[in-house]
């Protein structure tokens, strides 16, 4: 792609910006239209497995986000009462693949990124739309209230709910409902300790991760009907659902003020999209392939997608070609955990939970197994920090 081009990403959040990172590294001069006025992200933390991390170094800022971040220990999985099913060995899957697991703030991972922009080339409270997605004769036309702009590129991260991917694709059915809620909170937690957790209950979870800051991100999900919300407030039906459980659970409900809970209902893309373009436009990120949070990988697909577009240029056909294999597995995946982990079964239950006690029993080397092909996969070029940096626990 010509150092001339012009590269419009619609939408600022942590796939859009790394898209606009790459493009603008590539030597294009790129836009970043962000609907928002600001680009504060909700408050929740996001989790960076390896994969993301190595496409963060070719961006220069994979070391910079290993610093800023709490690398994941030990800790494992749970029941509500706080038996533990099985224990993570987080020096077993550095070593596995090739770099910690490692946890932020979103906000911290956005401030890092739009470092690496020209501040003039992010423009927030910027609706858009797309007019014309353009082609090999034309380029791409994106509808601002401040006029149109012209696009040798167009990055549409505009989210799971993405006009770009309804304006391209007006036949696919978009996302569906997963079926749970899930609530997040990021919160000091005075006189806490706990190794890092994730517990399974029935047709509910609980995940409790220290931040590098001192704060504690805790996370939950339950089966509900699409569209309900508590009948007074967000944190007193935390207490009704999980008041009861193991440490450090209770303790973090008590740190919590109403207004620290987020909920959002989950969907997902069920139907993969034929292509992840269509003329001059590429989707991204949510907008391509929103899954289930379960593998925790929404996000670091993201990040993929826009290191893998910035490799692949004005070549989209070949972005989607990488990109839309890879995402629909991951995707199913997650719908397959997401199953297993929401599962409201009691007898489904005690099979589950045996099974998991047993697979961990039989080593970590079998634990980690789900995650082959995923946490251990490597952009296009390099290099990667984690080649340069121990790989045990810091």
């Keep these: 792609m010509a150092q001339s081009s012009h590269a419009v990403v619609i939408g600022g959040g942590i796939g859009g910006l790394t898209a606009a990172a790459a493009l603008h590294l590539r030597g294009l001069r790129v836009t970043v239209l962000e609907r928002a006025r600001s680009l504060e992200p909700i408050g929740a933390a996001i989790s960076l497995a390896p994969n993301a991390l190595r496409a963060l ?9 290993r610093d800023l971040a709490a690398w994941q220990g030990d800790g494992g999985l ?6 533990w099913l099985s224990r993570t060995d987080a020096a077993a899957a550095a070593e596995r693949f090739g770099g910690p697991l490692v946890m932020l703030h979103r906000a911290t991972l956005i401030s890092s990124l739009a470092a690496l922009i020209p501040p003039d080339a992010i423009r927030t409270a910027a609706a858009a739309t797309l007019a014309d997605p353009g082609d090999a004769e034309r380029p791409a036309r994106i509808a601002t209230p401040d006029g149109d702009l012209e696009a040798d590129l167009v990055v549409a991260a505009d989210g799971i709910h993405s006009g770009v991917r309804r304006a391209l694709f007006p036949d696919h059915p978009g996302p569906v409902y997963s079926g749970f809620s899930t609530w997040r909170v990021v919160i000091p937690v005075p006189g806490a300790t706990f190794a890092s957790h994730e517990t399974w209950g029935r047709g509910r979870i609980w995940g409790t991760h220290p931040l590098k800051d001192g704060r504690v991100y805790a996370y939950a999900a339950a089966v509900t009907p699409a569209g309900q919300h508590a009948p007074d407030d967000e944190r007193a039906e935390l207490l009704r659902r999980f008041g009861d459980w193991h ?19 989950v969907h997902h893309i069920a139907e993969p999209l034929p292509a992840f373009h269509r003329g001059r436009v590429a989707l991204l990120g949510d907008a391509a392939h929103a899954m289930p949070p379960t593998l925790g990988q929404g ?13 692949h240029g004005e070549d989209l056909a070949a972005y989607s070609a990488a990109r839309l ?28 939970n045996a099974s ?10 079998l634990v980690l197994r789900g995650f082959a092909g995923i946490a251990d996969w490597r952009p296009p070029h390099g290099p990667y920090a984690s080649d340069e940096v121990p790989v045990g626990n810091r």
Excluded: C, F
């Design 57 to 65: 170094d070719t961006l220069g800022v994979g070391g910079e986000i």
């Design 78 to 83: 749970r029941t509500p009462r706080g038996r």
């Design 247 to 265: 440490d450090p659970i209770p303790a973090v409900l008590a740190a919590a003020r109403p207004e620290d809970v987020l909920r959002h209902d």
């Design 299 to 311: 996000g670091n697909q993201a990040i993929e997608d826009a290191v893998v577009l910035a490799h």
């Design 325 to 352: 294999p890879r995402t629909t597995a991951i995707v199913r995946q997650a719908v397959r955990t997401a199953r297993l982990n929401m599962m409201t079964s009691r007898a489904g239950i005690a099979v589950r």
């Design 356 to 365: 998991v006690a047993a697979l961990s029993k039989a080593g970590p080397a």
